[in-house]
């Protein structure tokens, strides 16, 4: 046998296999031989004694005669007893031969059948051999033929494993290449952040030094225009001057104090005043010292705005066009499978017309509402993960969704693929909104940081940590509200870097809601209610809950109607539930086509129609 260290011969299996059934059947043979041996020789034994057997009958058949005649011939000298003696002994004889020779016949047939029966198993055994011995040679060569394949496999191993081997070092190599890009990316991702924020920087530098030469210039011109109305102040102006002087003098006031940027109003007034018979100098020394009262205190109001005096002002959507009167849904007009998986966000657009949903697969889905059915208008793709916010910008022609993965992204309505990209969230981001002013937007995250994004240059202005994880985010004229695990509502003036008010809820806050008037907030959290939080006194003003209603999701959104007169949240039993935000009670209860929790609903701007949409996939037009 050869040695562990020996070359493995490929025929050696096959040669043990094959001794094996040689001693098998050299086995079988002497065991079936033996039983043979035995027989023969009684066989022949038996064959032996019939022989003997014939021949001593044909002698007994000779001997009577013989035997008769002796006994006439000495009758007369033996005695008569001893004569029967000698004659009856033949007889037994005969009958002892007979019954012998009828024993040794029962035997030899019974031996003959035996022998019958033997031949015919040898016979049976041997075809079983010759079956056994083709089926052998079947064997012999299937297994030369299985040789010739496992040499070939063997052969084809070989080449696979120098293939992997060539794989593995091109692997290696290639995870080498990746490690070093990886190294350079992250070289060059430190290069730019340090290069972001040295712009940034550079740009905060900038905008204080135009500030600060802003603010010497308006400087200068408040105290050129305080000179100007002090030496106008010290000028008497005499009774007997005639209208005509008086009018020419007012007019060079006037426009002495243009650059002041006075208003329209205290402009007129000033003018009417002044085109009046002046009676004395007293009346006008305090006439002009209200001016200059009024122009500080106009300056001085600016500054107290936040706002860079003579700055140039911020550009402002156009206002959206709301109804003054909302109808109650009462039935469902068109239900569809709006995506391939969960639907998380729905919003309409400012026109009533369009609706954009948002799911689980990625996609975000335009929708045309039209004569009471929804018909599907575009799909925007490009998202990285599953989409849990949709919003449109005032104009309608932007779409701004938050995704999963850690980036919120901007579509232009009518382009199929993302325009930008918001990266810069180490979390999942929740909520994505746009601001009123134009190019703005804000993003909420799990990573506990709510930003501000210029969507003319795609970058973060502005990173506000907040504390806890921000569920949803809504946007003021100057004020950014977030709703966060912590079951807390933060205020942040999107003027300065701190927080202004917090207000607690009991329960995480699952979604924000600003109405048209930005007087009142309304919130709904995971303890199944929803808040109407007047902003005027920055307090709850009214707590929604029903029976059977019940937030299902950390992303359940609530929304006012367009006139703020009603409340509108879908339940985890599919169920949509309407609020009287006047009285506070309970105003209708919507069921039938949701079979699933409904994710997210959305009040068009004309107040006819509203969406929900489920985890079921489904999206449902109300009428």
Request: aromatic share 6%; hydrophobic share 35%; charged share 25%.
């Given at each position: 046998?050869?040695?562990?260290?020996?070359?493995?011969?490929?025929?050696?299996?096959?040669?043990?296999?094959?001794?094996?059934?040689?001693?098998?059947?050299?086995?079988r043979?002497?065991?079936?031989?033996?039983?043979?041996l035995?027989?023969?020789?009684?066989?022949?034994?038996?064959?032996?004694?019939?022989?003997?057997?014939?021949?001593?009958?044909?002698?007994?058949?000779?001997?009577?005669?013989?035997?008769?005649?002796?006994?006439?011939?000495?009758?007369?000298?033996?005695?008569?007893?001893?004569?029967?003696?000698?004659?009856?002994?033949?007889?037994?004889?005969?009958?002892?031969?007979?019954?012998?020779?009828?024993?040794?016949?029962?035997?030899?047939?019974?031996?003959?059948?035996?022998?019958?029966?033997?031949?015919?198993?040898?016979?049976?055994?041997?075809?079983?051999l010759?079956?056994?011995?083709?089926?052998?040679?079947?064997?012999?060569?299937?297994?030369?033929?299985l040789?010739?394949?496992?040499?070939?496999?063997?052969?084809?191993?070989?080449?696979?494993?120098?293939?992997?081997?060539?794989l593995?070092?091109?692997?290696e190599?290639?995870?080498?290449?990746?490690?070093?890009?990886?190294?350079?990316?992250?070289?060059?991702?430190?290069?730019a952040?340090?290069?972001?924020?040295?712009?940034?920087?550079?740009?905060?530098?900038?905008?204080?030094?135009?500030?600060?030469?802003?603010?010497?210039?308006?400087?200068?011109?408040?105290?050129r225009?305080?000179?100007?109305?002090?030496?106008a102040?010290?000028?008497?102006?005499?009774?007997?001057?005639?209208?005509?002087?008086?009018?020419?003098?007012t007019?060079?006031?006037?426009?002495?104090?243009?650059?002041?940027?006075?208003?329209?109003?205290?402009?007129?007034?000033?003018?009417?005043?002044?085109k009046?018979?002046?009676?004395?100098?007293?009346?006008?020394?305090?006439?002009?010292?209200?001016?200059?009262?009024?122009?500080?205190?106009?300056?001085?109001?600016?500054?107290?705005?936040?706002?860079?005096?003579?700055?140039a002002?911020?550009?402002?959507?156009?206002?959206?066009p709301v109804?003054?009167?909302?109808q109650?849904p009462?039935?469902a007009?068109?239900?569809?499978?709006?995506?391939?998986?969960e639907?998380n966000?729905?919003?309409?657009?400012?026109?009533?017309?369009?609706?954009?949903?948002g799911?689980?697969?990625?996609?975000?889905?335009?929708?045309?509402?039209?004569?009471?059915?929804?018909e599907?208008?575009?799909?925007?793709?490009?998202?990285?993960?599953?989409?849990?916010?949709?919003?449109?910008?005032?104009?309608?022609?932007?779409?701004?969704?938050?995704?999963?993965?850690?980036?919120?992204?901007?579509?232009?309505?009518?382009?199929?693929?993302?325009?930008?990209?918001?990266?810069?969230?180490?979390?999942?981001?929740?909520?994505?909104?746009?601001?009123?002013?134009?190019?703005?937007?804000?993003?909420?995250?799990?990573?506990?940081t709510?930003?501000?994004?210029?969507?003319?240059?795609?970058?973060?202005?502005?990173?506000?940590?907040?504390?806890?994880?921000?569920?949803?985010v809504?946007?003021?004229?100057?004020?950014i509200?977030?709703?966060?695990?912590?079951?807390?509502?933060?205020f942040?003036?999107?003027?300065?870097?701190?927080?202004?008010?917090?207000i607690?809820?009991?329960?995480?806050?699952?979604?924000?809601?600003?109405?048209?008037?930005?007087?009142?907030?309304?919130?709904?959290?995971r303890?199944?209610?929803?808040?109407?939080?007047?902003?005027?006194?920055?307090?709850?003003?009214?707590?929604?809950?029903?029976?059977?209603?019940?937030?299902?999701?950390?992303w359940t959104?609530?929304?006012?109607?367009?006139?703020?007169?009603?409340?509108?949240?879908?339940?985890?039993n599919?169920?949509?539930?309407?609020?009287?935000?006047n009285?506070?009670?309970?105003?209708s209860s919507?069921?039938?086509?949701?079979?699933?929790?409904?994710?997210?609903?959305a009040?068009?701007?004309?107040?006819?129609?509203?969406?929900?949409?489920d985890q079921?996939?489904?999206?449902?037009?109300?009428?």
């Amino acid at each position: 046998m050869a040695g562990p260290g020996a070359p493995c011969d490929p025929c050696a299996p096959v040669a043990v296999w094959k001794r094996h059934i040689v001693r098998q059947l050299r086995h079988r043979d002497r065991t079936q031989k033996a039983l043979f041996l035995e027989l023969v020789p009684a066989y022949n034994h038996l064959l032996e004694k019939a022989e003997l057997l014939a021949k001593f009958s044909e002698k007994l058949k000779s001997e009577p005669k013989d035997v008769i005649s002796i006994p006439h011939k000495d009758s007369r000298e033996e005695v008569s007893g001893t004569g029967l003696d000698q004659v009856s002994s033949p007889a037994s004889l005969r009958v002892m031969w007979q019954q012998e020779k009828k024993g040794l016949q029962l035997v030899c047939g019974e031996m003959a059948y035996q022998v019958v029966k033997k031949s015919a198993a040898l016979n049976t055994l041997q075809s079983q051999l010759e079956e056994r011995q083709g089926r052998l040679e079947d064997l012999q060569a299937c297994v030369v033929q299985l040789q010739e394949v496992r040499a070939q496999q063997s052969r084809q191993l070989e080449e696979r494993e120098a293939e992997n081997a060539a794989l593995r070092e091109a692997y290696e190599t290639l995870l080498d290449q990746a490690a070093h890009q990886e190294a350079a990316l992250r070289r060059l991702q430190e290069e730019a952040r340090d290069l972001l924020e040295q712009l940034v920087q550079r740009k905060a530098r900038a905008a204080a030094e135009r500030n600060l030469r802003n603010e010497r210039r308006e400087r200068a011109n408040q105290a050129r225009v305080s000179q100007e109305l002090k030496k106008a102040a010290k000028r008497t102006v005499s009774i007997s001057e005639i209208p005509n002087t008086l009018e020419d003098g007012t007019k060079e006031e006037t426009v002495a104090l243009a650059p002041a940027a006075m208003p329209e109003f205290l402009e007129t007034e000033t003018c009417e005043k002044w085109k009046r018979p002046f009676r004395s100098a007293s009346a006008t020394s305090l006439t002009l010292s209200r001016c200059v009262d009024v122009v500080k205190g106009l300056l001085d109001f600016k500054k107290r705005r936040g706002h860079s005096v003579g700055g140039a002002p911020e550009q402002r959507y156009q206002s959206i066009p709301v109804c003054v009167c909302t109808q109650i849904p009462s039935q469902a007009q068109d239900v569809l499978d709006a995506h391939l998986s969960e639907v998380n966000a729905v919003c309409f657009g400012p026109n009533s017309s369009l609706l954009a949903t948002g799911g689980a697969d990625r996609l975000i889905h335009l929708w045309n509402v039209v004569g009471g059915r929804l018909e599907a208008n575009q799909t925007l793709e490009g998202a990285g993960g599953s989409i849990t916010s949709v919003d449109f910008d005032p104009s309608g022609s932007q779409v701004l969704a938050a995704t999963y993965n850690q980036a919120a992204q901007l579509w232009k309505v009518g382009e199929t693929q993302s325009k930008e990209t918001l990266s810069g969230h180490k979390d999942k981001v929740t909520a994505a909104k746009f601001k009123l002013t134009r190019h703005q937007a804000v993003t909420g995250s799990r990573d506990r940081t709510v930003k501000e994004w210029d969507l003319g240059r795609a970058y973060c202005s502005r990173t506000i940590d907040v504390l806890s994880y921000c569920n949803d985010v809504a946007c003021g004229d100057h004020i950014i509200i977030s709703g966060h695990n912590d079951q807390k509502i933060r205020f942040w003036d999107s003027r300065g870097p701190h927080c202004i008010q917090v207000i607690p809820v009991q329960g995480r806050v699952t979604s924000l809601n600003l109405s048209h008037d930005q007087l009142h907030l309304l919130s709904c959290s995971r303890d199944n209610t929803l808040k109407v939080i007047d902003l005027r006194i920055s307090n709850i003003r009214q707590v929604f809950r029903a029976d059977g209603f019940k937030c299902s999701s950390d992303w359940t959104k609530a929304v006012f109607s367009p006139d703020r007169s009603y409340a509108l949240a879908g339940s985890s039993n599919g169920t949509l539930y309407i609020w009287d935000v006047n009285t506070g009670k309970l105003e209708s209860s919507l069921q039938g086509p949701h079979c699933s929790a409904v994710n997210a609903v959305a009040w068009c701007f004309s107040g006819n129609h509203v969406v929900s949409v489920d985890q079921g996939r489904k999206a449902v037009l109300w009428h």
